[in-house]
């Protein structure tokens, strides 16, 4: 599995971005889709998962602006974010893994396909 993420940019507090992520791949429905962003200094950390048809989980900071939603036809995971504030300013990863299993959703070992991450940047 191949995991293009984009729709990563500048916008000022306040604003939107929608946030893509493509996968290769004819199993793609059956993968937990996962986002996860990493601040300047800062460690990884979880923002949103979405198993296959599941409800999307989210990290508390997010919940509210933030909604994921996947396209099994397109094989395209979005993450739609609203609200945007300085503090969100991270590069963005999606990553995959075939695994459904709820308690590891926010680790970060747990996933094995990653995409290369884009920048999202949040001027106050």
């Known amino acids: 599995v191949q995991l293009q993420a984009s729709g990563g940019g500048l916008v000022q507090a306040g604003g939107s971005l929608r946030l893509s992520c493509a996968a290769s791949?004819?199993?793609?429905?059956?993968?937990?889709m996962t986002w996860f962003r990493q601040a300047p200094g800062e460690e990884r950390e979880f923002v949103a998962a979405?198993?296959?048809?599941?409800?999307?989980y989210y990290t508390d900071s997010v919940k509210g602006r933030f909604t994921i939603s996947r396209d099994d036809a397109k094989n395209t995971v979005y993450l739609q974010m609203n609200s945007l504030k300085p503090e969100d300013t991270a590069v963005y990863y999606c990553a995959a893994r075939p695994r459904s299993v709820v308690n590891t959703l926010r680790l970060e070992s747990s996933y094995d396909y990653w995409g290369q991450g884009t920048q999202v940047t949040v001027s106050s």
């Open positions: 791949g004819r199993t793609f429905a059956r993968y937990t």
């Open positions: 979405i198993r296959r048809s599941d409800v999307p």
